[in-house]
């Protein structure tokens, strides 16, 4: 689903790796119970989502640029209070090629689940205020 921004051929190109981890993220999210969101921004990535108390959990894979496309994995948690948004993140992978993409998620994608999961709202910083 080309964004505008890229052309069809080349948003093909970014997509396709991801979409070779499409199973592995529905098997993923069906003995968890998350949510699978697919090129959130109109942007070539995968992200299993969850919520626990006021705190939004994801585990992203996204295409770090649309040059040469290589591949970043990370977990985030984040909560607003009031104007504040409070975050902590954590890269597992940068950089990653197509190539190496599936093997790199297969070994770190449960950790890096249990890793966002273990977060507590204490663990998160304040990073900005919203208007």
């Known amino acids: 689903m080309p964004n505008g921004m890229l052309h069809d051929e080349k ?14 993220f529905e098997t993923f999210a069906e003995k968890t119970g998350l949510e699978i969101e697919k090129n959130y921004h109109n942007w070539p990535s995968r992200s ?8 939004i959990r994801k585990v992203d894979v ?5 040059i040469d496309p290589r591949y970043v994995m990370a977990a985030v948690a984040w909560f607003d209070r009031g104007t504040a948004r409070y975050i902590k993140q954590q890269q597992f992978f940068q950089s990653v090629h197509a190539r190496s993409l599936r093997g790199q998620v297969s070994r770190k994608l449960k950790s890096a689940f249990d890793i966002a999961s273990a977060w507590k709202a204490d663990d998160l910083e304040r990073i900005n205020v919203r208007k």
């Open 62 to 66: 996204f295409a770090q640029d649309n």
């Open 48 to 55: 299993l989502r969850w919520e626990s108390g006021r705190i």
């Open 11 to 24: 948003w093909d190109r970014m997509e396709a790796p991801l979409k070779r981890l499409d199973h592995l």
